[in-house]
């Protein structure tokens, strides 16, 4: 009896969670948070195998609160959904559906408030059987936003039963809210059929977008705004000037930070709010105008790229000459020093040659850095063509490079100790090349202080740079090789100076302890690039790299013990090094490309010992928009100069006492890591790097103050006090 009571006993539960399974898997197509309930829906209550089927996601969004469109604008995230299906099936893009603007301060963001459904169509395995359940997954991603911003998630499941097409029920239509939401869909343009076709001219200032819909009236018309599918093609937070008439409506637009180049097309969507009678419609036009350069303007078609950022107002020449002056001045950076030993020690080795010799040695200095300032160049163009948005120094946002910037000083750090030497520089540097001693270590020396180099941006450099990288491939070229001209030309004139050369020491035994003394810049310069890696990569990349520098000290001194045995245990010991090096190389990449990318944002907190806060985009937005004073820092663990200003100047007693005094919030981004946001604010500004510093004062709509790249307690006294 009692067997049988027990097992009547697991025979309930068991039915009872049987019960209990299919309400809670119907229940899950729900999910709430705080702000917004979620719900997975379907067109249809039945599928067909093989057949489309409507899914959508709908987002019931509290009162002032709002998600984000395909294109968020200044600020914000795109929803994302990550589908998943009992069968393997086939999934559309987002059906996105008209999008309404958010204004805050400055800031002009695209997305939805209230309700919105995210529709797809999802074709269904022609191999999902009869009478079989098929099982859809979303995992939903949104940021919902009033004055702050709250990133979110969810998942949410929906069983539907598979029927044949024969036996589907008449009535099994399901949500009315994918239907409501197609409704909203974005269509084309029906007047385009009689040859009238929407154009966007360019202008002096900006562009003008003409729809020909002469069916609109002024007194119709409530709204009109243009939503880009691709931020930065014009300048979102201006306002767009409507001019209505019989011929249609045209709108007038600013450049972006990414503008448009002649015959490039303008993607996006037309909404035009209008009443007729008491109703109020809205009405989305899909648009993909091509920029056309009028016959008075094609002069300067290809020069004229003017956008809202500053670097752009500069001419070609200006633009040249100010990125020779900076980099001329980029030999006084700090990140230049390691490499400055190797140049004078470089100049005195050659203090006995003819003048003719040592000249050419400062010729192949300075082809080394113009080829390598050309390689960048060459970089950028290539990776711009590919979407990306990058700056100077972006490089450094790679762990993978930063290890093994910091594997090359380490080396170059061992060779000039003398635990290993290549050739017989004295630099151990160079090698005979044509019978001309150190030609192939000046042009190493040249690649290898354009590489220390990038980290830093001197002063000139900035708005040179931020019109480079709004130009043409060959302009962008000619500014980069005019930058590296001037980080060469210091060396090239020394070398072409006979009279420098005979006050010169004679080389001797003292230039070995010399060199050895040199070695520790550049042993410094390998710490500071682990500590670099530390801020990207945490402890494990600190691990993979101090090991690799393990690795390459043990291949050094094998390489330099074995130069005076046979040949071929030379050729055993060389292939010995050459495996271990590949090896550090290949272990580097393989765990570091593993290792998780730190998130830098959480690790530039404020604390009770710190006078700033961590930059996001919404708590500037909220700052600006209460109208409070802002001191805007943008800055990187691999940028020397950033280091140095916030170390010399804005930690400074009275820099701190002047912030609290006037109620100034300090904010601090971080752009050691790559960060699109960061990216985004710097191209307003023209610059293509860090560091930028910029104050906001009191006041919506204040005029920023732009602050020089190098600091002093009294420039950020000066910016503040004559601001308020």
Not at 452 to 462: E, K, L, Q, R, S
Not at 666 to 678: A, E, R, S
Request: hydrophobic share 45%; charged share 15%.
């Amino acid at each position: 009896m009692q067997k049988t009571a027990y097992r009547n006993l697991l025979s309930t539960l068991f039915l009872a969670v049987l019960c209990y399974v299919p309400v809670a898997w119907s229940a899950s197509h729900q999910a709430s948070t705080p702000q917004v309930q979620a719900e997975l829906v379907s067109s249809t209550k039945q599928v067909v195998a093989g057949e489309i089927v409507n899914l959508g996601i709908s987002l019931k969004i509290i009162p002032h609160w709002h998600t984000y469109w395909q294109n968020p604008g200044d600020s914000g995230t795109v929803t994302t959904i990550d589908w998943q299906f009992s069968q393997p099936s086939q999934v559309s893009e987002i059906f996105w559906p008209i999008p309404s603007r958010f204004r805050l301060g400055p800031i002009v963001n695209y997305g939805y408030e209230n309700v919105v459904t995210l529709p797809v169509k999802v074709k269904v395995s022609p191999d999902a059987k009869v009478g079989e359940s098929f099982k859809a997954t979303a995992i939903v991603d949104w940021l919902v936003c009033k004055e702050e911003c709250i990133p979110q998630q969810v998942t949410l499941t929906l069983d539907l039963p598979v029927v044949s097409a024969a036996n589907i029920t008449k009535d099994v239509h399901g949500n009315t809210l994918i239907e409501e939401s197609l409704a909203k869909q974005p269509q084309e343009i029906p007047f385009e059929d009689n040859l009238k076709q929407v154009n966007l001219e360019k202008t002096n200032d900006g562009m003008v977008l003409h729809i020909p819909d002469s069916s609109l009236t002024s007194e119709q018309i409530q709204d009109v705004w243009f939503y880009p599918y691709e931020w930065g093609k014009i300048a979102q937070s201006i306002e767009q000037t409507k001019t209505v008439n019989a011929d249609g409506i045209t709108l007038a637009l600013k450049h972006g930070d990414a503008p448009l180049s002649p015959h490039e097309s303008l993607e996006g969507v037309l909404v035009v709010k209008e009443k007729r009678g008491d109703e109020v419609t809205e009405r989305g036009y899909l648009i993909h105008p091509k920029l056309v350069i009028p016959q008075s303007l094609s002069g300067n078609a290809t020069s004229d790229t003017k956008s809202v950022n500053q670097g752009s107002d500069l001419g070609f020449a200006t633009a040249l000459l100010l990125a020779l002056i900076g980099g001329v001045i980029l030999n006084l950076m700090p990140c230049v020093f390691p490499v400055l030993s190797i140049k004078a020690l470089s100049l005195v080795s050659h203090a006995q040659h003819s003048q003719r010799e040592i000249l050419w040695q400062g010729i192949v200095y300075t082809l080394g850095v113009l080829a390598s300032f050309a390689f960048l160049a060459g970089l950028l163009i290539a990776l711009k063509a590919g979407g990306a948005q990058i700056g100077w120094g972006f490089q450094f946002q790679s762990p993978l490079f930063v290890v093994a910037v910091a594997y090359l000083m380490f080396a170059v750090g061992l060779s000039l100790s003398g635990v290993f030497t290549i050739g017989g520089s004295v630099t151990g540097l160079g090698s005979n090349l044509a019978d001309k001693p150190g030609y192939a270590g000046s042009f190493f020396t040249g690649v290898l202080a354009t590489i220390v180099a990038t980290p830093c941006t001197a002063p000139f450099m900035a708005a040179a740079l931020g019109y480079a990288l709004t130009q043409p491939a060959l302009k962008l070229i000619f500014i980069f090789l005019s930058l590296g001209f001037g980080l060469a030309l210091p060396y090239l004139l020394l070398t072409a100076w006979p009279a420098l050369h005979r006050k010169l020491p004679r080389p001797g035994l003292w230039m070995e302890r010399t060199k050895q003394v040199f070695a520790f810049p550049m042993y410094l310069a390998a710490v500071w690039l682990v500590w670099v890696l530390a801020q990207q990569s945490g402890v494990n990349g600190v691990a993979i790299a101090l090991g690799g520098m393990v690795l390459i000290a043990f291949a050094a001194w094998i390489y330099d013990s074995t130069r005076y045995v046979s040949f071929k245990a030379q050729i055993a010991a060389n292939a010995g090094v050459t495996i271990l090096l590949l090896s550090t190389l290949l272990i580097s990449y393989t765990y570091l490309d593993d290792v998780a990318v730190v998130d830098t944002k959480s690790t530039v907190k404020s604390d009770v010992n710190n006078h700033w806060e961590a930059y996001s985009s919404q708590r500037l937005e909220q700052l600006l928009a209460e109208g409070k004073p802002v001191f805007l820092n943008f800055t990187a663990a691999w940028c020397i100069s950033c280091l140095v200003n916030e170390r010399v100047a804005l930690s400074q007693p009275e820099v701190v006492a002047e912030f609290e005094k006037n109620n100034v919030t300090y904010l601090k981004g971080d752009w050691t890591n790559k960060d699109t946001q960061i990216t985004n604010v710097l191209t307003t500004f023209g610059r293509s790097g860090v560091p930028l510093y910029v104050f906001y004062p009191t006041g919506k709509g204040a005029k920023p103050v732009e602050l020089p790249q190098i600091l002093t307690p009294s420039i950020v006294l000066d910016a503040i006090q004559s601001s308020l």
